[in-house]
């Protein structure tokens, strides 16, 4: 009998975890979602903070009472392994940072990845009337881990979007 060296499967790519969190929330499996992240992980719409699971469990069950069906359709995704934060600020090209850093250590790289999808659905509003078809919305989420597990997901839509999200969560906690 020969000597195999077996070899182990690589971790998911961060893609992948952001792509199995899309899954989890389309089928309103918050466990999943939160067996995916870290236990300090920041939920980010259009730069508000969401912190902790109770928080995120009482967002995520207000938005799937206020869209029962709503999906979010992948158009794109990419991963890029870059620095945490960036290596210089202001206008301009960077100059030389190693020499102007100070003795500060830069942040490690992190694994991110970089999903556009579609979000779409019916509303559900008061009094339990549907309105089929009634709302759709493109989304740009960078997902950054630490760990394989998901610590932060930053996700960007239209200035009229966060709005339009609370009342669908509102008219979903009211029907």
Same mark, same amino acid.
């Given at each position: 009998?020969?000597?195999?060296?077996?070899?182990?499967?690589?971790?998911?790519?961060?893609?992948?975890?952001?792509?199995?969190?899309?899954?989890?929330?389309?089928?309103?499996?918050?466990?999943?979602?939160?067996?995916?992240?870290?236990?300090?992980?920041?939920?980010? #719409?259009? +730069?508000?903070?969401?912190?902790?699971?109770? !928080?995120?469990? %009482? &967002?995520?069950? =207000?938005?799937?009472?206020?869209?029962?069906?709503?999906?979010?359709?992948?158009?794109?995704?990419?991963?890029?392994?870059?620095?945490?934060?960036?290596?210089?600020?202001?206008?301009?090209?960077?100059?030389?940072?190693?020499?102007?850093?100070?003795?500060?250590?830069?942040?490690?790289?992190?694994?991110?990845?970089?999903?556009?999808?579609?979000?779409?659905?019916?509303?559900?509003?008061?009094?339990?009337?549907? #309105?089929? +078809?009634?709302?759709?919305?493109?989304?740009? !989420?960078?997902? %950054? &881990?630490?760990? =394989?597990?998901?610590?932060?997901?930053?996700?960007?839509?239209?200035?009229?979007?966060?709005?339009?999200?609370?009342?669908?969560?509102?008219?979903?906690?009211?029907?």
């Amino acid at each position: 009998m020969s000597t195999q060296t077996l070899a182990t499967a690589a971790p998911p790519t961060a893609c992948e975890i952001a792509l199995a969190f899309i899954e989890a929330m389309d089928t309103h499996d918050f466990d999943a979602m939160s067996a995916l992240c870290t236990e300090d992980h920041a939920f980010v #719409i259009n +730069g508000k903070v969401f912190n902790g699971d109770d !928080v995120l469990r %009482t &967002l995520w069950t =207000g938005w799937w009472q206020a869209v029962p069906d709503g999906t979010a359709s992948v158009v794109d995704a990419l991963a890029a392994n870059e620095p945490a934060t960036p290596k210089h600020s202001g206008n301009g090209p960077s100059r030389n940072t190693r020499a102007r850093s100070n003795g500060r250590k830069r942040a490690a790289p992190a694994e991110r990845a970089v999903v556009h999808f579609e979000a779409s659905g019916t509303h559900l509003v008061r009094g339990g009337k549907r #309105i089929d +078809g009634a709302w759709s919305f493109p989304v740009a !989420v960078i997902c %950054t &881990l630490r760990d =394989g597990r998901i610590a932060e997901w930053r996700e960007f839509c239209g200035p009229d979007t966060m709005d339009q999200m609370e009342a669908l969560v509102r008219a979903g906690a009211t029907a």
